[in-house]
């Protein structure tokens, strides 16, 4: 109890805000310095930066436990406290079974799956079955990854730290390649890899949406760093895009796409105009207009965020709880005395 | 007794500023050339608009050597090459001069001066438009070339003619063209009127110039037409400056205390905050659309938040000092809003920005807590110089921070109702409620600092003097979140309120910041026992 006493502190309370506060200003300051995704990857997607946040969320189930039993003066006191106990479990739940990526869609062409913010390697040979290597986004810098080419092989087994080595079939031997993936920063996503033939290394740098062959003695090899993909249940065709400019400038003022959303398993078709600012639900998935491309040469396309947040309407509903708590406490006249220092 | 001063002084501000609009134009021919209807930027406007912001975009002003801008700019129209000798673009920035060779100590360049370093800042600029696409943030001398490219292309695009669209399209809904490129019989009609003007035939000119309003009036709505005059008078009556004018004229008659000059400062303060509303007022109509886009809009609608929430606890809680702290506050912000380099003209908004009332609503809340935040610091400065003086008692004290107290409590709420707002939208926009965006996490910072505040004022840990020093320190989050996540952090979504510049009045207000709380803490703690409360 003495414990719980000293977590539901205001104390407490005020030091892990302060704490937090700094280490904010710490990781904002590096994004300005090394891009957003530095420090999504550093700071907001690490097991710790939950942790913390975990620790926020015992220090007010504690300053709650600390007042039990509740008195009548507690009621808004405590509905503001559970607010932020329910806004954050809701921020657990999204992040946990939230899903969220993007899909490229051409006009008259449709897609079923959406990119995601991670990266995978594809390595191959020209016309084999391809190899993926997923590259965690949690962390920054990879272990190195080895994998070695088979050339007598349909496929390309790998060996790494993590990997499991069941899966793919170990082939030592004097014809083999060793690749080394060495995940770098820049900007964007990019890898260095290291391509061994027993002959020569062969170095390079890859960045997003890259490809290239690299031609060892024992035939040529194809890399390329991509997005990584996900299957949808359905499928989106675009049928038309739209733009509407400013008069006499190229300045968007609106943009949408008229779509056909099918069901893959019912195989039922529905007709769809997504805008700027009009999502549409579906099925657990909201799918928004985010950009576009106009390209002369290819024909418009239509840039889609797919997003699935199972947790927003727990945020909702606890935000609401939050400022209705904290209206009633700053505005209620016991509250509202004034205070001898 | 009290009302009937205040309603003349009202009546004699308001009556001598009106006085001076209808003076506004030398001539006749000025008058109508200021009308001629053009479309810039996405826009119907006035002649006189269009050039005072073209202007104002080259060479930092509103008027040529005294001459207005829509004259300066008609009266090249015919001969537009000689523009390229006159020096009209605004260059201040030391390093940029020097890595273009320029002399450091001149401001203006012309466009043959600055052709020879056309190469180099294009490359500049390139680099800088590089890093942006890879998320990278441009250096300041690339933000800098950047914005003189801008003016180059600007200036360039107005002496080849590209910006004149004045000639009505064929069918509705389409772009207005220029002289140039139009074939049809106005292109003919507009050339003369140019040639009329350069050749100082000014009885014809008049006549002719009336006719093509008339005509031009034909394509457009009654709606576009009555906007036009709106933004007409906007730019006229300069609403905004003669609010900070008036606010200034309240601020020091309220400061004397004299009981005929506190009168005068009531109706100065009134008729400040009657041009202020004005002004907001018109802009919203012309644009139909509130206040909410860029820096220059935020900061007046703060500062007439600050002005109303000012307004309103002295209405409830019968203390000057609110108005005269206001006041002070907003004369300062009002004329810094006036002297910085940013854009101001009223623009077209990006599409996520566009007819969403959850933005509408995200925007106003979370502008409105920095406006009663600006209150906290003000009546917070006054507090904390008044006690280092030794010049307020004990209970006065206790009364100010109490006041600050609760209107950092108003604000915290503002400034949470308004980031949920944010996230709302940002859900239906982008598809998350939350992403650690620059701008929500500085949001996050500041409403955990007056948080922290809050909590220790209400458990009594806060005595008075911290809670007017945390009221400066809080301030200076929410100027970080307000300004410096744009300008100086210069990432993340918020990406369209992005600019540069006024840095250094921000930095001259940090160091002030700095010597005044010096000052205040040496004071409170050099001689212990004597200011304790």
């Given amino acids: 109890m003495w414990l719980v006493r000293k977590i539901g502190s205001v104390t407490f309370t005020v030091w892990i805000s302060v704490i937090l506060m700094i280490l904010l200003i710490v990781s904002t300051t590096l994004e300005s310095l090394h891009g957003t995704s530095f420090v999504q990857r550093r700071v907001y997607q690490t097991h710790w930066f939950d942790i913390y946040l975990a620790l926020i969320w015992i220090n007010i189930f504690c300053t709650l436990i600390v007042r039990f039993p509740f008195k009548k003066k507690h009621i808004s006191f405590i509905i503001t406290h ?59 810098r990879l272990p190195v990854t080895d994998a070695r080419f088979d050339p007598e092989k349909k496929f390309c087994p790998l060996v790494s730290a993590k990997a499991n080595i069941d899966q793919y079939r170990f082939a030592p031997g004097e014809k083999s390649v060793t690749l080394s993936v060495n995940y770098v920063q820049e900007g964007n996503a990019a890898v260095d890899i290291a391509l061994n033939d027993g002959r020569k290394i062969f170095k390079h740098r890859l960045r997003e949406g890259d490809e290239t062959t690299i031609h060892t003695y024992l035939g040529d090899i194809i890399l390329a760093l991509s997005s990584k993909v996900r299957p949808l249940p359905f499928s989106l065709a675009l049928k038309n895009f739209k733009k509407i400019d400013y008069p ?5 003022a609106s943009f949408e796409s008229e779509v056909v959303v099918t069901d893959k398993r019912e195989n039922a078709e529905s007709h769809q105009t997504i805008s700027m600012n009009r999502p549409l639900d579906y099925k657990g998935y909201r799918i928004f207009q985010s950009s576009y491309i106009q390209d002369a040469a290819n024909g418009d396309a239509s840039v889609f965020t797919v997003a699935k947040k199972p947790g927003t309407t727990l945020i909702y509903l606890s935000s609401v709880s939050i400022f209705l708590g904290a209206f009633c406490q700053f505005y209620t006249k016991k509250n509202g005395k004034e205070h001898d220092v | 007794m009290k009302k009937i001063f205040s309603t003349i002084g009202i009546i004699l501000l308001m009556g001598g500023l009106l006085c001076k609009v209808p003076c506004a134009f030398a001539s006749d021919a000025a008058q109508l050339i200021s009308q001629i209807p053009i479309q810039h930027e996405g826009r119907m406007k006035s002649f006189d608009v269009f050039a005072r912001e073209t202007l ?115 069918g509705k809904g389409r772009a207005w063209s220029t002289p140039k490129e139009a074939a049809n019989p106005l292109a003919a009609q507009f050339r003369q009127l140019t040639t009329l003007y ?28 009555k906007t036009i005059r709106l933004e007409n008078v906007y730019y006229r009556i300069k609403a905004f400056r003669m609010a900070w004018i008036l606010y200034l004229i309240a601020f020091i008659a309220l400061v004397t205390g004299r009981p005929l000059l506190r009168k005068i400062g009531y109706g100065a303060l009134a008729a400040g905050l009657i041009y202020h509303s004005l002004g907001l007022i018109l802009r919203c109509l012309i644009l139909s659309r509130p206040p909410v886009s860029n820096m220059f809009e935020s900061m007046i609608f703060m500062n007439w938040i600050l002005m109303v929430s000012a307004v309103i606890y002295f209405l409830v809680k019968k203390v000057d000092y609110l108005l005269e702290a206001g006041a002070l506050a907003s004369v300062l912000v009002m004329i810094y809003a006036d002297l910085l380099p940013i854009e101001r003209s009223l623009g077209v908004l990006v599409p996520v920005l566009r007819s969403n009332y959850w933005l509408t609503l995200h925007v106003l809340t979370v502008v409105s807590s920095y406006g009663i935040f600006g209150l906290c610091m003000a009546l917070g400065h006054r507090q904390l110089f008044l006690s280092a003086l030794g010049r307020i008692d004990a209970q006065q004290e206790k009364l100010s921070a109490h006041l600050i107290y609760r209107l950092i409590q108003a604000g915290v709420i503002a400034l949470g109702v308004g980031t949920f707002l944010g996230g709302i939208w940002a859900n239906e926009s982008w598809g998350r409620f939350w992403g650690w965006d620059p701008k929500e996490t500085w949001a996050l910072i500041t409403f955990l600092g007056y948080m922290v505040v809050v909590h220790l004022r209400a458990t009594n840990k806060l005595n008075n003097f911290w809670v007017a020093a945390c009221s400066l320190l809080g301030f200076l989050l929410v100027l970080m979140t307000w300004y410096g996540v744009n300008f100086l952090l210069g990432k993340g979504l918020h ?23 010096v000052f205040v803490f040496i004071k409170k703690y050099a001689k212990p026992g004597i200011y304790r409360a």
């Avoid at chain 2, 990406?495 to 709380?517: A, D, H, N, R």
């Fill in chain 1, 248 to 252: 006499g400038t190229d300045k968007p």
């Fill in chain 2, 56 to 170: 104002r975009q080259l060479a930092g002003k509103e008027t040529w050597q005294k001459e207005p801008a829509s004259l300066f700019i008609f009266k090249h129209l015919a001969h537009p090459r000689e523009l390229l000798q006159i020096p009209l673009v605004r260059l201040d920035n030391l390093p940029l001069k020097d890595h273009l060779g320029l002399p450091a100590d001149r401001k203006y360049f012309s466009y043959m001066e600055l052709k020879p370093s056309l190469n180099e800042l294009t490359a500049l600029a390139a680099s800088g438009q590089k890093k942006r696409d890879d998320d990278l943030k441009p250096t300041q001398l690339e933000q800098k070339a950047e914005f003189l490219y801008k003016q180059m292309v600007t200036l360039d695009k107005l002496i080849v003619g590209e910006l004149l669209q004045v000639i009505p399209p064929d």
């Fill in chain 1, 82 to 140: 559970i607010g932020i106990l329910g806004l954050l479990l809701g921020a657990l739940l999204t992040s946990m079974y939230g899903l969220e990526g993007w899909m490229i869609v051409h006009a008259g062409d449709s897609a079923d799956t959406m990119n995601i913010d991670d990266y995978q390697l594809k390595a191959s040979y020209p016309d084999r079955p391809a190899l993926m290597i997923g590259l965690d986004k949690r962390q920054y």
């Fill in chain 2, 198 to 225: 350069a050749a100082g035939q000014e009885t014809e000119f008049v006549h002719q110039t009336g006719q093509w309003i008339k005509e031009t009036a034909r394509y457009l709505s009654p709606h576009t037409i």
């Fill in chain 2, 495 to 517: 990406s369209y309120g992005f600019g540069s510049g006024g840095t250094q009045w921000v930095l001259c207000y940090l160091i002030f910041e700095l010597f005044f709380l």
